[in-house]
Nanobody, 122 residues
């Protein structure tokens, strides 16, 4: 069974930074594409960023240049560095892994984490 555990969420002021982590147990981490999604209150879950098993990274336009996704296969972990945070970045952030080349929709996810709350507020 594959399990994903997120950490690093919290409260931050606009313009601040946070780093989310996701540690994966079970399965063969290096063969997965990984991704971060988020879900704000009253909204659908949306793709944020993805990185392939060959380290090709892609971002939704709203976070391009502010967020960086990375992975460390030696630690079975991946990360989301979030800089210049905005009020509209407030959401529960979910990590996900899948067998597609990259993951940009929920349908491409094989396993989800339980989520970590990021609140951007002054």
């Amino acid at each position: 069974q594959v399990e994903l555990v997120e950490s690093g969420g919290g409260l931050v002021q606009p313009g601040g930074s946070l780093r989310l982590s996701c540690t994966v147990s079970g399965g063969t981490f290096s063969t997965y594409a990984v991704a971060w999604f988020r879900q704000a209150p009253g909204k659908e879950r949306e793709y944020v960023a993805t990185i392939s098993k060959t380290d090709s990274a892609y971002y939704r336009m709203a976070v391009e240049g502010r967020f960086t996704i990375s992975r460390d296969n030696t630690k079975n972990s991946f990360y989301l560095q979030m800089n210049s945070l905005k009020l509209e970045d407030t959401a529960v952030y979910y990590c996900a892994v899948g067998n597609m080349r990259v993951i940009t929709t929920p349908s491409g996810v094989n396993y989800w984490g339980k989520g970590t709350l990021v609140t951007v507020s002054s």
